[in-house]
């Protein structure tokens, strides 16, 4: 089983960009799909963004996030990055990264669900001000 360790949150204007970093333990990395999630106080964790390795890297993104944020990974570092472009505050939150097996032959919507996911890093803050 993997373990994650989440960086690179912090406090940004808005239309500002960053870029969150979670590296991972374990020797099956590539095998896992690695999904971004974010909680802001009061509110539920949501779907961020998710990316598999499956031959190629495929990528699925909330709705609120698309053309703004780009999910990537680095199989041979153990890492997925969030690349955050265009920041509102309402972007503002704990964001985490997720891990598990990824489910081949189901697609990718499953990722959207945070229950899919069995391991998860401690999260890091981003704050965008106004």
């Known amino acids: 089983q993997v373990q994650l360790v989440e960086s690179g949150g912090g406090l940004v204007q808005a239309g500002g960009s960053l870029r969150l970093s979670c590296a991972a333990s374990?020797?099956?990395?590539?095998?896992?799909?690695m999904g971004w999630f974010r909680q802001a106080p009061g509110k539920e964790r949501e779907f961020v963004a998710a990316?598999?390795?499956?031959?190629?890297?495929?990528?699925l993104y909330a709705d609120s996030v698309k053309g703004r944020f780009t999910i990537s990974r680095d199989n041979a570092k153990n890492t997925v990055y969030l690349q955050m472009n265009g920041l509102k505050p309402e972007d503002s939150a704990v964001y985490y990264c997720?891990?598990?097996?990824?489910?081949?032959?189901?697609?990718?919507?499953?990722?959207?669900?945070?229950?899919?996911?069995?391991?998860w890093g401690q999260g890091t803050q981003v704050t965008v001000s106004s």
């Open positions: 997720a891990a598990r097996p990824h489910r081949g032959g189901d697609g990718l919507g499953y990722l959207k669900g945070r229950y899919e996911y069995d391991t």
């Open positions: 374990g020797r099956t990395f590539s095998s896992y799909a």
């Open positions: 990316a598999i390795s499956w031959g190629a890297t495929y990528t």
